[in-house]
């Protein structure tokens, strides 16, 4: 399990720190996290609430995660935190070696975690969906993300429309590869990426990713044909990922 500091102990230590949404599975930083468990490299964390201004400052970022290590720049991107753990520990390769399947790995990861990817495309929806009354976000988280990731008038169909196509291409590429991973047949950052984001569909229970209920509750409320695209086999692999290479249940 994690260790989590205040951010003056985290300041004063050496090695690989890293800034953690608080109490809340945000799938970025649930997936940062299970890189590292999966790589088995040490770190600490802290934890990002509201009004950490100084933590802010450290960082550079309101948002998280950002890992920092020694007295390199900080890094947020998610690729970024992935080739910076590559580099930390390269015996529990988490990338392919191969350059076409790298290509896949990085562009199916930026699929879902790059901007107007799966998760980006998932927040929109929520707040157009709590913006207009037909459940998502309550109005006052809506607006905050709203304002986060680039909510305009009219968008929540585009966005809907972008999720399901997204978990449409990664159920098929499941079913393709039939090895229970998405390339070959070995645990990649992908596996990881996919099943950190299927929490914000279908969070995993009480005892494993402990959540308010009204989070909850939005994290799964889905429309119909966003429903009937969620191939049982996405939430088949979250579950076999998390129970055979990730750590549970999670720290928040």
Same mark, same amino acid.
């Given at each position: 399990?994690?260790?989590f500091v205040?951010?003056?102990e985290a300041?004063?230590r050496g090695?690989?720190? /890293?800034?953690c949404?608080?109490?809340?599975p945000?799938p970025w930083?649930e997936a940062?996290?299970?890189? &590292?468990?999966?790589?088995?490299?040490?770190?600490?964390?802290? #934890?990002?609430?509201?009004g950490?201004?100084?933590l !802010?400052?450290w960082t550079?970022? %309101?948002?998280?995660p950002v %890992?920092?290590?020694?007295?390199e720049?900080p890094r947020?991107?998610w690729a970024?935190?992935l080739?910076?753990?590559?580099?930390l520990?390269?015996?529990l390769p988490?990338?392919?070696?191969?350059?076409?399947?790298r290509?896949?790995l990085?562009g199916?990861s =930026?699929e879902?975690?790059g901007e /107007?990817? &799966?998760?980006?495309c998932?927040r929109l929806?929520?707040?157009?969906d709590?913006l207009e009354g #037909?459940g998502?976000f309550?109005?006052?988280?809506?607006?905050?993300?709203?304002?986060?990731y680039?909510? #305009?008038?009219?968008?929540?169909p585009?966005?809907?429309q972008r999720?399901?196509?997204i978990?449409a291409m990664l159920a098929a590429? &499941? =079913?393709?590869?039939?090895?229970g991973?998405?390339?070959g047949?070995? &645990?990649t950052a992908?596996?990881?990426y996919s099943?950190?984001? /299927? !929490? /914000?569909?279908?969070?995993? @229970?009480e005892?494993q990713?402990?959540?308010p209920a @009204?989070?909850?509750a939005a994290?799964e409320?889905?429309?119909?044909?966003t429903?009937k695209a969620?191939?049982?086999?996405?939430?088949? =692999? #979250?579950?076999r990922?998390?129970a055979? =290479?990730?750590?549970?249940p999670?720290?928040l």
């Amino acid at each position: 399990m994690v260790e989590f500091v205040e951010l003056a102990e985290a300041k004063a230590r050496g090695g690989l720190r /890293m800034s953690c949404v608080a109490g809340v599975p945000s799938p970025w930083g649930e997936a940062a996290k299970g890189i &590292l468990f999966a790589k088995k490299i040490p770190w600490v964390g802290i #934890r990002l609430a509201p009004g950490s201004t100084e933590l !802010v400052e450290w960082t550079g970022q %309101a948002s998280a995660p950002v %890992a920092l290590y020694e007295d390199e720049p900080p890094r947020s991107g998610w690729a970024d935190i992935l080739l910076l753990a590559e580099r930390l520990a390269p015996e529990l390769p988490l990338v392919p070696e191969d350059c076409t399947e790298r290509a896949t790995l990085f562009g199916i990861s =930026h699929e879902i975690c790059g901007e /107007m990817g &799966l998760g980006w495309c998932r927040r929109l929806a929520g707040v157009a969906d709590g913006l207009e009354g #037909r459940g998502g976000f309550s109005k006052g988280i809506a607006g905050y993300l709203g304002a986060k990731y680039g909510y #305009r008038d009219g968008c929540g169909p585009e966005a809907r429309q972008r999720v399901i196509d997204i978990v449409a291409m990664l159920a098929a590429r &499941l =079913h393709e590869n039939g090895s229970g991973y998405y390339l070959g047949d070995r &645990l990649t950052a992908l596996d990881i990426y996919s099943a950190a984001f /299927m !929490v /914000m569909f279908k969070p995993l @229970p009480e005892a494993q990713c402990p959540m308010p209920a @009204p989070l909850r509750a939005a994290f799964e409320s889905n429309d119909e044909a966003t429903s009937k695209a969620l191939d049982p086999i996405l939430f088949e =692999h #979250r579950d076999r990922i998390y129970a055979e =290479h990730l750590e549970l249940p999670l720290t928040l």
